[in-house]
Every structure is written in C-alpha cells, then in structure tokens.
C-alpha cells in the first residue's frame, strides 16, 4: 500500500438490504467505518440497529448489497471476516455454570490465543472481577455479566469491535471498564461500531455519530458537530424529514 492509497475500511457496509417476512428492516444502507475510529450508531427501537450489527458481524446474511470486513467478504468470506471481529449482542454468551476464568479461558483457546492465561487474568483484573475470579457465573450480578462479556468479545484484540447497546445495565465500574477498552481499541488502531441511545456515553466515546432511519442512514456528524446530529434526533423523534 502507498502512502497516497487510503486504508481498507474495517467495515464497508454498501447498500445492504435486509427483511423479515414481509416487513424489509435495512433499505439500502451504507456505512464505511476507518481503522481507529469509534462511531455511534443511533435509531429508534425497531430501527433496525441490531440487524445492522448482525450482517455486520457475518450473524445474518443480506437480502442485496454488500458487507465487508477488513476487506473480507461477510458471505463468501466469512471466516476471515469473523476472525477479524468481537461482538456483543444482547445476550453475554457466558456459560452459568463456568467460572469468570474458566469462560475466558474457553474462549481464549477457541481464539487460539498464545498468552491466553495471561490476557485472560490482566482482563478480570481490569475488569474489576479478580476477587470473583473462581466464582461460576450464574452468581454473577447482570452488570458483572455484563463487564465479563465485554472482556470476552476484547479478548483476542479484533481490528473490528461491533457492540449492541453496550452501556446497557452496566454499574459504573462497567461503564468505566468499557471505556478503557474503547479507548485501548482505538489507540491499537481498531475499529468500534457501536449502537446506543445513551448520548452522553456515546459522545465520551465516538469520533461520530449516525442515524439510522426508514431503512438507512439518514445523518452523520463528527464529534464537533454534535448538537447538529441531536437536531438530527429531535427531528427524528417528532417524525420530521
């Protein structure tokens, strides 16, 4: 690559189309996010933002366009796309009955990580969750779940980070963990995509933020310009164009 060639984008999302049934989620959407940037993707419920992190993580596979991942295909490439990406969704996707260690231990080996006892205790700690390290999870409060789970999807430093709803049950110990690692992310020059409606949260964290309405995005601003993206959301919320 020369230096007057611009970087494979992390995540290329051109024109992608997703639908349900008979009710069609995604229009038409495009969305190119660069290595080392955070960007906040915002919509109301039913917009579609998780079914835009699933295509994006290779979960779902669309109805027309094209998803890309550090330039690998999220269809005909999957693998490469999914070694390339952590998500988070929903759920923690922790098992109950395994310690705090035990589920990164288990993750780690799939990921096939070298130092994985090391990652896997300088993350617990981080995490703030040494003290409950041998401790199985179903003891575990929803925002020590949810702390444990954002160590897992950090675990084998992805060039993509694609998180739903992130800052969602989270204590402040959460809140503050999952900073950090946005912040390490972005330093080690990954790639965050994550969907909120918290706005404080998201403007700590995002070079940009973008609205994803009717099927597409429908605005996009850059941190600077924040309080034209929240016009941008009031207009969305009351309905207007």
Request: aromatic residues 4%; hydrophobic residues 50%; positive net charge.
């Amino acid at each position: 690559m020369t230096a007057s060639t611009p970087p494979v984008p992390a995540l290329l999302l051109s024109q992608v189309r997703k639908g349900f049934a008979r009710r069609l989620v995604l229009r038409g959407v495009d969305l190119a996010v660069a290595p080392g940037e955070t960007v906040a993707l915002f919509g109301a419920n039913g917009a579609g933002k998780s079914t835009l992190l699933r295509v994006a993580a290779t979960l779902l596979r669309p109805d027309g366009g094209a998803a890309r991942v550090c330039g690998a295909d999220a269809v005909m490439e999957r693998s490469a796309a999914r070694a390339a990406l952590g998500f988070l969704g929903h759920a923690p996707m922790l098992q109950d009955a395994l310690t705090a260690r035990e589920n990164l231990m288990l993750f780690a080996r799939l990921d096939g990580l070298a130092d994985a006892r090391r990652r896997v205790n300088d993350l617990i700690a981080r995490a703030g969750l040494a003290s409950r390290a041998t401790d199985p999870v179903r003891g575990f409060s929803r925002g020590m779940a949810q702390r444990l789970a954002l160590a897992r999807v950090c675990l084998k430093r992805p060039r993509l980070l694609l998180l739903d709803e992130p800052f969602t049950a989270v204590d402040r110990a959460g809140r503050d963990f999952l900073l950090a690692l946005l912040a390490e992310a972005r330093s080690g020059g990954a790639a965050v995509l994550l969907a909120t409606h918290d706005v404080e949260a998201a403007w700590s964290a995002a070079d940009r933020a973008v609205l994803l309405a009717g099927g597409r995005i429908v605005a996009g601003h850059a941190r600077a310009e924040r309080r034209l993206f929240e016009a941008a959301l009031e207009r969305a919320a009351e309905g207007a164009p």
